[in-house]
């Protein structure tokens, strides 16, 4: 039983490692930048998610306000940070992510103060059992939740004109632009879309521990690129299936070594070791 | 000087260490680090340990350097494996790693750090004198590579790596001995810390750390040794002398860091050869 008990959680974590690493992993396909900021947007969707849904009452608008200002964020950081110094070596927007999102970490303390923020009525808390598991129904809705994103995303990814440019700009912007698509328009998308996840992702995450703070982007944030590389980077499936066995690594892991490592060591070594033996991740893109 | 001006110069002193150190990584051999701290507090816990066993201060330094320097070989090892962008996040992984076993291991203080550490009975003259003399030592260290056949060695790898190849250098070698020269540097200056604050906790050797020395080195320039000790000691005496600063310590070099790349990506060194004109800044 604990077992089955143990898969079940880290695939309920995994499932929102999945759906912030896939946003990273878009950006990282088009603009080969390894998106630190990212966790920033997740932890600024929590805050958006969590305001306003104790000034609403409902927590759909609560979402939809954390997606939409996650978004716009997403687009200006591309806009303002990214953009310019995109054609120098790949160190200079990697620090300078890390920087931005320092920056922005310590910013959430400031504005929303050092000890966090709660829902006054938290949503979706009913217990229930589910083939002599118990879970609560935002761990349900956590993982039902992501997977129709996800899907939603696949179809886009696959389905449709954006999709259709998304990937002729990821293999070659300027044949891209030869056929009509707007490269920068499709980065302006995905940026987004990437950045819209990460803040859905962060109001799920606070719904589970119903606590949102300034630092709770950290562990995300680095684990989500440990999952992006462990998925071969800018590889959308492989970054999926990535972090639900990096979830399910965690969840035995903490139990079985948790004497020896804590939960983020075990996921650094888990990916060390991957890359010792796969140096391009375990599904190598393309 | 007072205790309190020396013990700040005790500090810069360490981190021009470290800068230099990260630099020959980074900055020459163009392998990014983001796991310097954890060869800091390799040198550190091992300096703690050998002197709370009663071994001498030399010893000790000496052991700390070594041991960090062999880590530091080993994830050079690494560096063969995997490159740029997956690089940097192993080398992430294991700042992660290093908190992350020692925090559990009782050994080695857990949680709680190591405390009672011996005095180093140079006196506070003479303990400055032993850090800023490392620190000069690891700065010519660091000045004679790059103007010796290894620099260019260095320089070429970073560079373009398949050329480097081709024209015969030893690509491999090269770049575990630019790991193990950094890391040992590191490993010396995580012995003196243990020494200059006489009690060590895990957190200090953590990723922020990590960033800390790359934010040095970046805002100095990669690749330059004056930008490096430059930047080094403006970022360390910065929050000294604006109290208020303290505070907003974490947003200040938040925005240094994002701001000098988005502006100045080749840091105060690049800054200098604009104002000074000289040579025509080369792109790393």
Same mark, same amino acid.
């Given at each position: 039983m604990l077992f089955l008990e143990l898969v079940v959680q880290g695939l309920i974590q995994g499932s929102t490692y999945a759906i912030i690493a896939?946003? *990273?992993? #878009?950006?990282?396909? @088009?603009?080969? +930048?390894?998106?630190?900021?990212?966790? %920033?947007?997740?932890?600024?969707?929590?805050?958006?998610?969590?305001?306003?849904t104790n000034h609403t009452g409902s927590l759909g608008i609560g979402v939809t306000v954390a997606a939409t200002g996650a978004a716009l964020a997403g687009i200006l950081i591309y806009r303002l940070v990214y953009e310019p110094i995109l054609d120098r070596p790949p160190y200079v927007a990697l620090i300078a992510s890390i920087g931005l999102y320092m920056g922005m970490e310590e910013l959430f303390r400031l504005v929303f103060g050092p000890f966090g923020m709660s829902f006054v009525t938290p949503p979706l808390q009913d217990v229930v059992q589910v083939a002599g598991i118990y879970l609560r129904t935002c761990q349900?809705?956590?993982?039902?939740?992501? *997977?129709? #994103?996800?899907?939603? @995303?696949?179809? +886009?990814?696959?389905?449709?004109?954006? %999709?259709?440019?998304?990937?002729?700009?990821?293999?070659?912007?300027?044949?891209?632009?030869?056929?009509?698509?707007?490269?920068?328009?499709?980065?302006?998308?995905?940026?987004?879309?990437?950045s819209a996840l990460a803040a859905v992702a962060g109001v799920l995450v606070a719904l589970l521990s119903n606590l949102v703070e300034p630092t709770m982007g950290a562990v995300p944030s680095y684990k989500s690129l440990a999952i992006i590389v462990l998925g071969g980077l800018g590889n959308v499936g492989g970054t999926l299936i990535a972090s639900l066995v990096l979830g399910v690594v965690e969840a035995f892991g903490t139990i079985y070594l948790g004497s020896l490592l804590d939960r983020d060591a075990i996921a650094f070594a888990f990916l060390i070791i991957v890359l010792m033996i796969r140096p391009t991740g375990l599904f190598t893109s393309r | 000087m007072g205790l309190y001006e020396i013990s700040l110069a005790m500090n810069v002193g360490i981190y021009i260490i470290l800068a230099v150190g990260l630099n020959l990584i980074t900055g020459y051999c163009g392998q990014i680090s983001l796991g310097h701290a954890a060869f800091f507090g390799i040198g550190a816990y091992c300096a703690a340990l050998l002197a709370k066993a009663g071994f001498p201060l030399f010893a000790t330094l000496g052991a700390g350097c070594i041991l960090a320097g062999i880590v530091g070989a080993v994830i050079g090892l690494t560096s063969l494996r995997v490159r740029e962008d997956f690089l940097a996040i192993v080398t992430m992984g294991v700042a992660f790693l290093f908190v992350g076993i020692v925090r559990q291991q009782e050994v080695l203080g857990g949680e709680m750090g190591i405390s009672g550490?011996?005095?180093?009975?140079?006196?506070?003259?003479?303990?400055?004198?032993?850090?800023?003399?490392?620190?000069?030592?690891?700065?010519?260290?660091?000045?004679?590579?790059?103007?010796?056949?290894?620099?260019?060695?260095?320089?070429?790898?970073?560079?373009?790596?398949?050329?480097?190849?081709?024209?015969?250098?030893?690509?491999?070698?090269?770049?575990?001995?630019?790991?193990?020269?950094?890391?040992?540097?590191?490993?010396?200056?995580?012995?003196?810390?243990?020494?200059?604050?006489?009690?060590?906790?895990?957190?200090?050797?953590?990723?922020?750390?990590?960033?800390?020395?790359?934010?040095?080195?970046?805002?100095?320039?990669?690749?330059?040794?004056?930008?490096?000790?430059?930047?080094?000691?403006?970022?360390?005496?910065?929050?000294?002398?604006?109290?208020?600063?303290?505070?907003?310590?974490?947003?200040?070099?938040?925005?240094?860091?994002?701001?000098?790349?988005?502006?100045?990506?080749?840091?105060?060194?690049?800054?200098?050869?604009?104002?000074?004109?000289?040579?025509?800044?080369?792109?790393?």
């Open positions: 896939v946003g *990273l992993t #878009l950006v990282y396909g @088009l603009l080969r +930048v390894l998106h630190v900021a990212h966790a %920033g947007l997740f932890t600024l969707g929590a805050y958006l998610g969590v305001l306003v349900i809705a956590t993982v039902v939740i992501n *997977l129709v #994103l996800l899907g939603i @995303l696949a179809w +886009v990814a696959q389905g449709t004109k954006v %999709g259709t440019g998304w990937r002729a700009t990821v293999d070659d912007p300027k044949m891209a632009a030869c056929f009509g698509i707007d490269p920068i328009r499709v980065r302006y998308l995905v940026f987004g879309m990437g | 550490i011996p005095s180093h009975g140079l006196g506070q003259w003479g303990f400055l004198g032993l850090i800023w003399g490392s620190a000069i030592f690891c700065v010519l260290f660091a000045w004679h590579v790059k103007r010796s056949w290894m620099g260019f060695a260095f320089e070429a790898v970073a560079n373009d790596e398949e050329t480097a190849k081709v024209l015969g250098l030893d690509v491999k070698s090269y770049k575990i001995a630019a790991f193990a020269m950094g890391t040992a540097m590191a490993g010396i200056a995580g012995g003196l810390y243990t020494y200059y604050t006489r009690f060590i906790i895990p957190d200090t050797f953590g990723f922020i750390q990590s960033v800390t020395i790359l934010s040095i080195v970046a805002v100095g320039g990669i690749g330059s040794i004056a930008g490096c000790v430059v930047s080094a000691v403006i970022l360390v005496l910065m929050p000294e002398f604006f109290r208020f600063i303290n505070d907003y310590k974490l947003l200040l070099y938040g925005v240094l860091l994002f701001s000098v790349m988005r502006f100045a990506p080749e840091g105060l060194a690049g800054v200098f050869r604009m104002i000074f004109g000289g040579k025509e800044a080369k792109s790393a």
